[in-house]
């Protein structure tokens, strides 16, 4: 059973700094790998998506990498705005492209001005 | 266009009482899904739907019934109420299996008494 885990639970910079959070998955046969946004009592936005044969994609500040074999994901944000404050929520798909997403729990990010 | 809507947006009932939560989505996503969301717990899949009239079950079904019969709506019953379900609950669609980003709404929040 595939298994994704987002280490740290929580994390406070200072804005202006580099900052990157980490996903790992138990089971390296994915189809792709998406990172959500949720802000407090809200849904989820969807920012980047990683299908199985890309190693990155960038959007913006955000930069978000992929590296199957390892079973890793990492979202890189430049620098950090107070805006960027949220949950960042990591999720996989298995690789037959017919199962739905497996969620990690997330890291709740806090950028103080 | 709207996305992925959601109806109610907040909700109270008593245990024993049924409801069914909507949600309707305008982009003629053949996928549908509903998630509920617990503190600690991540987002886990409740059911899924990969077409009109066809639903599968998730990690969390019991409790809940869905049916597919347009594109468009996929509504979650709640057939009786019980106080674990009190959750966040999210419905996602996206515009095929696995391939695309997938669409949240913005969340129903169920309180069981």
């Known amino acids: 059973k595939q298994e994704v885990t987002q280490i740290p639970a929580a994390l406070s910079v200072p804005e202006g700094e580099n900052l990157v959070l980490n996903c790992s998955f138990t089971d390296s046969a994915i189809y792709n790998l998406q990172w959500f946004r949720q802000d407090p009592g809200k849904g989820l936005t969807s920012l980047l998506l990683i299908q199985s044969s890309q190693r990155e994609q960038t959007s913006g500040r955000l930069n978000a990498s992929l590296d199957k074999s390892s079973g890793r994901s990492t979202l890189y944000i430049a620098a950090s705005q107070p805006g960027d404050s949220a949950t960042y929520l990591c999720a996989v798909m298995d690789d037959s492209g017919n199962t739905p997403l497996v969620f990690g729990k997330g890291t709740r990010l806090s950028v103080i001005a | 266009n709207a996305g992925v809507t959601q109806t109610p947006k907040f909700q109270v009932l008593k245990t024993g009482q049924s409801m069914t939560l909507q949600c309707a989505q305008d982009m003629n996503h053949e996928y549908m899904s509903w998630y509920r969301q617990d503190p600690g717990m991540g987002l886990r899949l409740i059911h899924y739907?990969?077409?009109?009239?066809?639903?599968d079950q998730g990690e969390v079904p019991n409790g809940y019934n869905v049916s597919r019969s347009t594109t468009e709506d996929f509504p979650l019953r709640l057939l009786s109420a019980a106080p674990s379900q009190t959750s966040v609950y999210f419905c996602a669609s996206s515009y095929s299996n696995g391939a695309g980003d997938r669409y949240f709404g913005a969340g129903t929040r169920l309180s069981v008494l």
């Open positions: 739907s990969v077409g009109a009239g066809i639903t």
